[in-house]
């Protein structure tokens, strides 16, 4: 249907081990099981999912800061999935992964200059001044007065680390950027700043992006399509807007309805979904929704529906979804 | 006021660094009724978490300052009491916080578990009790109350994830157990600050319920910090607007949203993303507060201003019941 993929993610796995009290393995997390997908180049996928379901899994095993378990990452025409990372670096340059934590991936024991100049200095061979002018630029894009690259972390508010963190990898100039809630402790302004941002570094750069996100009315207005995942798999993936205006799935039909919506009802009041989110390293058998879902039937007990492209432009695992 | 649990009088902190003295909070007013929950919003930079850590007694030892102001809380002013009083009767007791980055508060060689055994220890509501179990008694009964206080915060699976260190859980499970260790000594007045930021919004909406729980059944009030003004309009019965280490409106819920009085509550509300608007910011930047606008600290970016709000900070003004703001051009109904 369209140009070659830039990413293509076919049937990764990645398992934690589970140990006990006396450190022996007694089973496995399965933070990713079977995720596959395709990303093209220029396009905007949106991740979206229960917290704990896998989002940052993914994007670090996608840039080599996990290993794989199983299954295979294609980019730029090689498989990725199992090299190292000191084998995958060249390559990896050109894919970036954002932290989530902001306060996590700056060191507290450098000034920000050093922080933004540490990436130049590890993949690129420029000189002191060209670093300096490129870190700048970068700084400014995002945002940041000058007089902040003297400053330390703790010196500055969480949502100036953020902005920080962005800066960093926006430094190395990559082609696909896994950013991990790249809004999150952002205030409004801000967060349509840093977003219009994203946009025109994507028109300049030509950048493609892997957009993980809690925020729904963000992934909406920004993405082009958007993966649901539940417990370590994507339950549903399509164009955003057919996401949004006929969700297939029941988990993503439940994640809709608790949006607040401000002058609306209150969500607090009216929503509600049964039960507790089953642990990751026990999994029920067939549908993994299946225990919280208000359709589960017999059959989702036994089977474990496979994603069904039955929709134009939207597929969905769920038996009974139609 | 009388009736208030907490009140924040005219606090003024400064963090001194190289560039020099940054006026972080510059006369902050804001008090909190029990029960009531509290939404404070601001841009980022603005002092939110600073106004937090200043009530707890936590601010940064040798970079800040606190130039003037009280915090009355249980008829007492909790800047003038002793470091260790704070620590053994205050914070994480009567007065919990959940702070913004939860990677920092955990001690990552440590498992959970321990580490909230370590916190049941000191701070667990049988500590307090007249006649508390001992030895065994009281750590089963307290294992039991970290066990099902993990269920309310919707962790599955609460056993298993005590053994866990912090690294192997993910942010928003790190949050959610941040949550559960703020309620466990059962406090009067929760600080949360922002959160909810890395919970999709099935998990979000079970939090802001059990906030709401705590608040209504059990009394307790809540400082709610957030970017989120729809979490905000779930849950807070008002919102406190900061800017620039400066309150410019405080107003209920309804007020807040359908009828803003300040020209910069007014951005802020207009910021949000939407399919109409599109993504819409406020022009200008956040002032540096090392020599931060005379008078209001927003004039440099309101269309509004004139001569006098670069003379003086506008005084509070009443807007309507239980509304107050500070601005010399406020909006009237019709702007609004
Ligand atoms: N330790 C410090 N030393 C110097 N300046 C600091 C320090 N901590 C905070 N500041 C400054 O104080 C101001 C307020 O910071 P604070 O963290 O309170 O903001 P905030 O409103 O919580 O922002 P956010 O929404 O991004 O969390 C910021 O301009 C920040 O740069
Ligand atoms: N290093 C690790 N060792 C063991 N288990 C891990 C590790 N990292 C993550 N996990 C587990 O894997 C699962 C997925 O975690 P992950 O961080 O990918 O979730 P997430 O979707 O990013 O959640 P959030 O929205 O809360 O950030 C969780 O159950 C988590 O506890
Ligand atoms: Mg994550
Ligand atoms: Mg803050």
Known sequence: ?322 | MDGDLIAVQDLRVSFASDAGIARVLDGVQCAIRPGEIRGLVGESGCGKTTLARAILGILPPNAARIDSGRVTFGGRNLLDLPEARLAAEVRGREIAYIPQDPSTAFNPVFTIGTQIADLMRWKSPLARTANPPTGRARREADHARVVAMLRQVQLPNPEALLRKYPHEVSGGQRQRLMIAMALLPEPKLVIADEPTTALDVTVQAQILKLLKGLAREHNVAVLFTTHDLGAAYEICDRITVMYAGQEVEEAPVAEFFNRPSHPYTRKLLDSLPSAETGLRGIPGEIPRLIDPPPGCRFNPRCERASAVCLAQRPPPEQAGPGHVVRCHHRLTDAEA
């Open chain 1, 1 to 322: 249907m369209s140009a070659a993929p830039i990413l293509e993610v076919r049937d990764l796995r990645k398992y934690f081990p589970v140990r006990n009290l006396w450190k022996r393995r007694i089973g496995w997390l399965r933070a990713l099981d079977d995720v596959s997908f395709t990303v093209q180049p220029g396009e905007i996928l949106g991740i979206v999912g229960e917290s704990g379901c896998g989002k940052s899994t993914l994007g670090k095993t996608l840039m080599g800061i996990h290993t794989a378990t199983a299954g295979e990452v294609m980019f730029q025409g090689q498989d990725i999935a199992r090299l190292r990372p000191h084998e995958s670096r060249g390559l990896r340059q050109h894919l970036q992964y954002c932290y989530q934590d902001p306060g996590a991936s700056l060191d507290p024991r450098w000034t920000i200059r050093a922080s933004l100049h540490e990436p130049l200095i590890v993949h690129t061979a420029l000189k002191e001044p060209e670093r300096e002018a490129r870190v700048r630029e970068i700084l400014a894009a995002v945002g940041l007065p000058e007089t902040h690259l003297d400053l330390y972390p703790h010196e500055i508010s969480g949502g100036q680390q953020r902005r920080v963190g962005l800066a960093r990898i926006l430094t190395l100039k990559p082609s696909v950027v896994i950013l991990d809630e790249p809004t999150s402790g952002l205030d409004v302004s801000v967060q349509a700043v840093i977003l219009k941002l994203f946009l025109s570094l994507q028109e300049q750069f030509g950048l493609t992006y892997l957009f993980v996100s809690h925020d729904l009315s963000v992934v909406r207005m920004i993405c082009d399509r958007v993966a649901v995942m539940y417990l370590g798999r994507v339950v549903e993936i399509g164009e955003t807007s057919r996401i949004f205006a006929t969700p297939r799935h029941p988990y993503t039909q439940s994640l809709l309805a608790a949006i607040p919506r401000i002058g609306g009802a209150r969500v607090t009041d009216t929503f509600s979904l049964e039960g507790e989110p089953p642990s990751p390293t026990n999994l029920p058998s067939g549908c993994r929704f299946r225990t919280r879902c208000p359709r589960a039937q017999a059959l989702c007990a036994q089977q474990d529906p496979a994603l069904r492209a039955d929709w134009p432009g939207q597929a969905a695992a769920c038996h009974f979804a139609e």
